[in-house]
């Protein structure tokens, strides 16, 4: 069974850090695009870092470049978010995703475009 497991969310203080994991199994994930997406309650899923395979090539929504690092480390299986500088905007359900090898930077934030999907962890800030 494919399964993608994030892990790392709780409830923080705004201006602190947490750094989120995202576990796969079943199948490697070392030639696959990762990504972290979120979702707010009462909004859309929306992309937040993406990073490639070989190159680890990464992007970021604007609002999070230069407070967020995404990471990976393929021997693991494992996809990182570290996210700093945390504000009451970045509460939400985090989640980990798998896309294609080939997946164009400018599909990365299409969430249709990504096969595997993790369950979701939840980071909530407080001002």
């Known amino acids: 069974q494919v399964q993608l497991v994030e892990s790392g969310g709780g409830s923080v203080q705004a201006g602190s850090s947490l750094k989120l994991s995202c576990a796969g199994s079943?199948?490697?994930?070392?030639?696959?695009?990762m990504a972290w997406f979120r979702q707010a309650p009462g909004k859309e899923r929306e992309f937040v870092a993406a990073i490639t395979w070989g190159l680890l090539r990464t992007y970021y929504r604007e609002s999070v470049k230069g407070r967020f690092t995404i990471s990976r480390d393929n021997a693991k299986n494992t996809v990182f978010l570290q996210m700093n500088s945390l504000n009451s905007e970045d509460t939400a359900i985090y989640f980990c995703?798998?896309?294609?090898?080939?997946?164009?930077?400018?599909?990365?934030?299409?969430?249709?475009?990504?096969?595997?999907w993790g369950q979701g962890t939840q980071v909530t800030v407080s001002s």
């Open positions: 079943g199948r490697s994930f070392i030639t696959n695009t």
């Open positions: 995703a798998a896309g294609r090898s080939s997946l164009s930077d400018v599909n990365f934030p299409n969430s249709g475009q990504y096969d595997y």
